[in-house]
């Protein structure tokens, strides 16, 4: 079985030592072109490893290195969706305070123990929804805030 990360770092090494010392950037790619095994042109593993060492030993030579993507730009599939329907104007629903949720017209939250909103409840119309939704909370370590349902005696 082949190991992909030491095949790879090896023959990049060994066009490394095949190249003049003032070889420029791409005479250096060319040479890495040329000397690919069909392992690596041929299995999408391959082709993944052998980039990552290339891209890897070109940037010592003045390739200039992938930008790292922001992790405080991340969006969740739920709030990318939640992003494209106010048209880009993104707000994560978990970050929302309780204040917000009531004036939604929702009746429950809840919570889990940092304080993110996890689930909401549209007014209960029964007794046994409202145990539900505490069951289904308390099993999941989450809090439970209620609310009078509008127009009931608070």
């Known amino acids: 079985m082949i190991d992909w990360q030491k095949a790879a770092s090896h023959v990049i090494g060994e066009v490394h030592r095949s190249l003049p010392a003032d070889a420029d950037l791409s005479a250096r790619k060319k040479a890495l072109r040329a000397a690919r095994p069909w392992e690596f042109a041929s299995t999408s593993w391959g082709k993944k490893v052998w980039a990552k060492h290339s891209r890897k030993y070109l940037e010592k030579f003045g390739l200039p290195p992938v930008k790292a993507k922001a992790v405080e ?59 539900w939704l505490v069951r289904e909370a308390l099993e999941n370590g989450e809090t439970v805030t209620i609310w009078p349902a509008k127009g009931a005696a608070a």
């Not at 919570?111 to 007014?123: E, I, K, S």
């Open 73 to 131: 730009d991340h969006l969740s599939p739920l709030e990318r969706l939640m992003a494209k329907a106010k048209g880009n104007a993104a707000f994560p629903v978990n970050l929302q305070t309780s204040e917000d949720v009531r004036k939604a017209g929702w009746q429950a939250e809840t919570r889990d123990a940092d304080g993110h909103l996890c689930r909401l409840h549209a007014p209960f119309e029964t007794d046994e929804d409202i145990v």
